[in-house]
């Protein structure tokens, strides 16, 4: 017979257990069961958090010489050397409510299958160890409560046929367990009476499938969030959020995307709303760097207390390389790059992550694998079908030989691996690594030992974390079965030692060995509080020292953004043309090994001479309301004060496309309000964009238009937004009817009514008393472009809503970017990205010019009505960034007359000096580029100095273009560079967009060791004493392997050179082919499925396929008619992509899989059938031809011209969509990329044209959540 727990719900134990204290208290009662060895150094010789995961499921372990059953628990820990103690796991059923671990439903890792919810703690004292774990020993099950009783005292009475507290109010059945009198305490009662707090951990590896569904509902949200409340009372004294992982597939999860970023931040900061500021939050994050681009770092740091990074399991049984577990250091041969502790610290740091929050993790268990041949570091595995708990079937190299299926699993805890591997084994030290390993016959284990945990303390200290998470406490625990002493269910071993986290503790404890003393900084300028008049000049001064050894440079901050850095004493930095607000700024001091700290922040104020910012002339740019991996969510309030006009991207249009809506991403409402009059009260405006690439908006009917109305003057009144912009790009919402070509008098129903609903809306808001500023952002197709072409239903779309509101238009800012070559007033083609496109594309606007095909002239506006936007960088749109060089020529002309001697001429000879301004797509993107665009620009436009502090001038002086070298290579880069107006702080030195190095003093220079073979782009970027920065010109060098500059024959690759399908290319010391036609993308960022390069092994053979197998003729792991063989991580996988494996076809079921080997998870691989001539003709066909039913596309231009193929489709949000470029005749594919959806609805994709030739193409679409198809012909003229 089972017995039944009384402690019917986790909170009604709460109040139980502070009247148990209280009666121990008073009758002098205390348990004594705990360790307490001798140790060399304890958590109070030291500050750094020591954090161990405790599991609820280790105590049915029983191992001889090892542990007896029930040792593994909160009894033999030694609180001294922990500050925090995770115990794990809770997890999350399907209506996201939590449940104990004991009710995991066995058979989750299985397609549709879900968790049921269940209980928060499993009562069952025979079936579960949860009861034990957390309140200590129990009293034998009662089945009648006699007065006087222990349970009687505890507030039990009997009640009908079973009994009732009288305390909690709570009822129940018997029999009743309580805790027993005098006996042996529970992880929360002991860990606090040691001064250790308790964390409860929600997910695992096995126990998150409902995550992300939970995270984005708020009902289920809601019952987690509920359910924490309920851990809180319980005793834990927070929350660790164990989510493997966002964004991705972990075990079993199948509903996952980016969507999964945010809905984690909201997450957290619900949990941190319900249980208020003083209880901790940590989450356990991927080690991988790739993975941890998605968070929004800044948000989560509000509202977290400590990143858990779990640097370990870089390698184990899904390898096909015997690697280490949980190396310190990247160590050469090993099968993935950038995959060690160091690489994800430096990740981290790359990402601006708060570092003194982030813990590294240290593994108390190994990995054993099985290799093909002798054991060796880095050999090849073999693997094999498995069916193992928790993944369910897999293929693994896994060794169970040595450490066994269902007690280890491959993974022997690190006392086990002392017993067992004393003889016969061969230990061996990897001193990049700093890890060690053993080998025995062709079995290879990783693990760590006391030499490596300590080099993993050495460089916490050295880089400043926070501390260390250790999975898990039991790992480590030796002599537990010397002596034993039951209390109860649990066996208390009082001669356990640690020496793992004994070797942690005294490492954290020594103040000169190995650790490193961080530096001191203080801020002397400005004073805090002190007060400027805009625009300011502001010179910030630190002071720093390192009392054990040099400090490397001080960097100065406003916010999150550099101000910039000073390598020499005293530490000083000039901050210029500061626009009116209120500033934190801080000093970051770096000393020579890497340590940093932060100084006290001093608050400063500058004001505005007329009262707020100046709005008269704009620097304006747009705000994602989402995070991006590559343009970071940037809080509203933090946007660079440089912006006085910022453009919040986009409020967007229900199923009726006329329905406004917005919600503010990445913050609450509340704070994005706040934020907003924050910028107000700061004379900046703030406005709503409606658009945007992706954006649908049309007025079909008086419905529809009074719909708008209705929902903007919502918006703009429970926002309090300035105004907003119309940022209509193409397609079905600016599409004319046909016949409609008096832009003056247009007839088309979805403009005229738009023209009307802007007008009422802008003449309600001044009616209120409030502003509102009206922008546009046209693209130069549908405005420009028809003075040179026809105007037609596309060409010059915009021209009627400009005239219809040129009396209520603040100013136009056309998007000089993603087009064509556009026509000029002198009627000569300009392409973007030049000094002639701007000047001759605005002054065309300020001139007036003819409509093609109208006999119609669209008359001037306004200089103060006028300015344009280009990207704040290279990666902001497809085409149009210009480099600042000839942006500043182009503003010195149209500004000042100031003639650059271009191909183009101003019809006003003395230029526009009251051109209202310049816009950019986006805040987000100039952040990323160090803020070049808003350093550039502003002066132009602030004020003050016109045209600003002067940028930099910089050159590479060496290598020379096109130098060859030899694998590996040193080589060395040098540079010139010069400031007319100051002096130059920086020189950075860049290969592609990785950075290598930099220097601070001429002559500038940098060693770059150890080159692979492969071809390179370096550049130098020069940066100021006023922040301004300057990129120098591109010089391309080549690094030949050995034999001849060839790697088995095959040359490097060249940027210039065109290559075609089957060529194959060295890039990196690795074998690439191209898919089809390329030129100028490198193969390493231009892998994969949707890529042009198949990646195809490394240049010794390992890692791919044979360079040599012939497509279509392999069944075996080769490519079997194109479909490329499956790869190991760095290969990442989306849904639809195909793969051969074993001989048999696949396809994937999710995106970003990788490393899950198909034939093992039939989840996520779908098994095609055998690579045979007819799979292999079914696989090629479904690609090239239509089926039945296929859409028709809206392609535009068409006939094509220019670089630019615009298409229309309707996808989901968040939809991928794959977009093909093929031959008229099918045999022939030219392009293939793939589309995310923003939102739900018609979308405009922009397609790179530039490299198609003349002729006639066919282009295909394919939705891949629902198979949709679209068709159109496209002729290239």
């Not at 390898?319 to 981290?348: Q, R």
């Not at 050159?955 to 070298?965: G, Y």
């Not at 060249?1054 to 010391?1069: C, H, P, R, W």
Request: proline content about 5%.
């Amino acid at each position: 017979m089972k017995v039944k727990s009384t402690f019917r719900t986790a909170l009604s134990y709460y109040y139980v257990r502070h009247a148990i204290l209280f009666l121990l208290l008073i009758m002098g009662y205390r348990s004594m069961a705990q360790v307490s060895p001798q140790v060399p150094a304890t958590t109070k010789n030291h500050s750094k958090q020591v954090i161990g995961y405790i599991t609820q499921w280790d105590a049915w372990k029983e191992v001889a010489g090892i542990v007896p059953k029930g040792g593994y628990n909160q009894l033999n820990v030694d609180y001294s050397q922990y500050t925090i103690l995770n115990f794990s796991f809770f997890g999350v059923a399907k209506d996201g409510s939590l449940h104990s671990g004991d009710f995991r439903n066995k058979n989750i890792y299985q397609v549709g299958a879900v968790q049921e919810p269940a209980a928060l703690v499993n009562e069952d004292i025979y079936s579960s160890w949860d009861m034990f774990l957390l309140y200590g020993e129990l009293e034998a099950p009662i089945y009648y409560i006699s007065d006087g009783s222990y349970a009687y005292t505890l507030g039990y009475r009997n009640e009908g046929s079973g009994w009732k507290n009288v305390n909690t109010g709570k009822t129940g059945a018997f029999p009743l367990s309580v805790p027993k009198q005098g006996g042996a305490q529970g992880l929360l009662d002991l860990a606090h009476s040691k001064g250790v707090k308790v964390m409860a951990s929600i997910g695992g590896w096995s126990m998150c499938k409902h995550y992300p569904e939970m995270a984005s509902d708020a009902t289920k949200r809601a019952r987690f969030v509920a359910n924490c409340v309920d851990l809180i009372n319980m005793g834990f004294d927070g929350i660790d959020f164990d989510w493997e992982y966002p964004d991705g597939p972990g075990m079993n999860i199948e509903k996952y995307g980016p969507a999964d970023y945010n809905n984690f931040a909201a997450l957290v900061e619900a949990v941190r709303t319900a249980i208020g500021p003083n209880k901790l939050i940590t989450a356990a994050f991927t080690a991988s760097p790739a993975k941890l681009q998605g968070f929004n770092w800044a948000r989560l740091n509000n509202s977290m207390n400590y990143y858990n990074m779990m640097t370990y399991d870089y390698n184990g049984g899904w390898s096909n390389k015997a690697g280490h577990n949980a190396p310190l250091y990247d160590y050469p041969g090993a099968e993935y790059t950038n995959f060690s502790v160091d690489a994800t610290v430096k990740a981290l740091k790359a990402l601006g992550v708060n570092m003194s929050k982030v813990n590294i993790g240290a593994p108390f268990y190994g990995r054993g694998v099985i290799t093909s041949g002798t054991a060796a570091l880095n050999g090849a595995t073999t693997k094999r079908a498995e069916t193992v708990q928790p993944d369910g079937p897999i293929q693994t190299c896994a060794d169970y030989t040595n450490w066994a299926k269902d007690l280890w699993d491959g993974t022997p805890n690190y006392s086990y691996i002392l017993q067992q591997t004393s003889s016969g084994w061969t230990e061996q030290w990897d001193d990049v690594a700093k890890v060690p390993y053993k080998t025995k016959g062709n079995y290879f284990l990783s693990y760590d030992n006391e030499r490596s945990v300590g080099e993993k303390a050495k460089y916490i200290k050295d880089n400043a974390l926070a501390g260390i998470i250790i999975w898990q406490v039991f790992g480590d625990m030796l002599n537990m079965t010397s002596s034993t002493v039951p209390k109860g269910k649990l066996i208390h071993c009082p001669n356990t030692t640690s020496p793992l986290v004994n070797k942690i503790n005294a490492v954290f404890a020594d103040g000169t060995t190995p650790g490193n003393v961080a530096p001191t900084v203080s801020l002397t300028a400005p004073a805090t509080g002190a007060s400027f008049t805009a625009p300011a000049s502001i010179t910030v001064s630190a002071t720093a020292a390192d009392s054990d050894g040099s400090v490397k440079k001080v960097e100065f901050f406003r916010g999150a953004t550099s101000l910039g850095v000073d390598s020499v004493a005293p530490y000083s930095i000039s901050w210029s043309n500061v626009a009116a607000g209120s500033y934190s700024i801080t000093a970051v001091a770096t000393d020579n090994l890497g340590a940093t700290t932060t100084s006290t922040a001093v608050a400063v104020n500058v004001t505005s001479t007329d009262g707020g910012g100046n709005t008269n002339k704009v620097v304006v740019g747009y705000w994602h309301n989402w995070n991006l991996a590559s343009a970071p969510y940037i809080r509203l309030k933090d946007v660079d004060s440089r912006y006085n006009v910022i453009e919040v991207a986009f409020g967007t249009t229900s199923s009726d496309y006329s329905t406004v809506s917005f919600t503010p991403e990445g913050t609450t409402v509340a704070d994005f309000k706040s934020d907003i009059a924050t910028l107000q009260a700061a004379g900046r405006k703030v406005l709503l964009s409606l658009g945007g690439e992706t954006g649908t908006l049309m007025l079909n009917t008086e419905a529809n238009k009074q719909a708008f109305i209705s929902s903007m003057k919502g918006i703009l009144d429970s926002y309090n937004f300035d105004g907003f912009d119309i940022d209509i790009e193409g397609g079905t919402s600016l599409q004319l009817n046909n016949g409609d070509n008096n832009f003056t008098a247009p007839a088309t129903p979805k403009v005229v009514n738009l023209i009307a609903a802007v007008k009422e809306i802008i003449a309600y808001r001044k009616a209120q008393g409030k502003n509102c500023l009206l922008t546009m952002a046209p693209e130069t197709y549908y405005v420009q472009t028809a003075y040179g072409a026809t105007y037609s239903p596309l060409v010059g779309a915009y021209l009627p809503i400009i005239y219809g509101l040129r009396n209520e238009l603040s100013w136009i800012q056309p998007q000089l970017y993603n087009t064509g070559s556009v026509m000029g007033l002198d009627n000569k083609v300009y392409s973007s990205a030049t000094a002639d496109f701007i000047v001759s594309m605005t002054e065309m606007l300020l001139q007036g010019f003819s409509v093609s095909g109208t006999g119609m002239t669209f008359p001037a506006l306004r200089e103060d009505q006028v300015a344009f936007g280009l990207p704040a960088a290279p990666g902001a749109a497809g085409s149009g960034y210009t480099a600042p060089a000839e942006v500043k020529k182009a503003l010195n002309y149209l500004l000042k007359g100031q003639s650059y001697g271009g191909s183009y001429t101003l019809r006003k000879a003395a230029g526009y000096p009251n051109m209202r301004g310049i816009m950019t797509w986006s805040v987000n993107w100039d952040k990323v580029n160090n803020g070049e665009f808003a350093t550039n620009y502003y002066p132009f436009f602030s004020g003050t100095v016109t045209p600003g502090n002067q940028s930099p001038v910089v050159s590479l002086t060496s290598p020379a273009a096109n130098a060859s070298f030899t694998a590996p290579a040193t080589v060395t880069i040098t540079a010139s560079a010069s400031d007319a107006d100051g002096t130059i702080s920086k020189v950075e030195f860049y290969r592609g967009t990785t950075r290598l190095g930099e220097a601070t003093s001429s002559p500038y220079t940098y060693t770059w060791s150890n080159v692979a073979a492969g071809s390179y782009s370096l550049t130098a970027v020069a940066t100021d004493n006023g922040g301004a920065v300057t990129t120098s010109a591109a010089v391309s060098i080549t690094v030949n392997g050995t034999g001849g500059g060839t790697c088995n024959g095959i040359a490097a690759w060249v940027a210039a050179n065109v290559y075609t399908q089957g060529m194959q290319v060295v890039y990196n010391n690795k074998i690439y082919k191209a898919k089809w036609w390329t030129q100028n993308e490198q193969p390493d960022t231009h892998s994969g499925a949707d890529q042009v390069w198949a990646y195809v092994s490394d240049c010794d053979g390992s890692g791919g396929t044979d360079p040599g197998t012939d497509p279509g003729t392999d069944p075996g792991t080769g490519s079997c008619a194109g479909v490329p063989a499956y790869e190991p991580y760095p290969k990442i996988y989306n849904i639809g992509d195909k793969v051969v494996y074993n001989g048999n076809l696949y396809e994937s079921l999710a995106n970003s899989l990788y490393n899950v080997t198909p034939g093992t998870a039939d989840w996520w691989w779908k098994p095609l059938g055998a690579c045979s001539a007819s799979a292999a003709r079914t696989t090629t066909t479904a690609v090239v031809n239509l089926p039945v039913g296929t859409e028709k596309l809206v392609v535009f231009p068409n006939p094509l011209t220019g670089s630019v193929l615009n298409i229309n489709l309707n996808a989901a949000a968040g939809e991928k969509v794959a977009v093909e470029l093929w031959s008229a005749d099918g045999s022939t594919l030219l392009l293939r990329r793939e589309y995310t959806a923003g939102y739900k609805g018609s979308q405009k994709i922009t397609l790179d044209a530039s490299r198609v030739p003349a002729g006639t193409w066919i282009l295909k679409t394919v939705n891949i959540k629902n198979g949709r198809k679209g068709s159109a012909k496209v002729i290239r003229l």
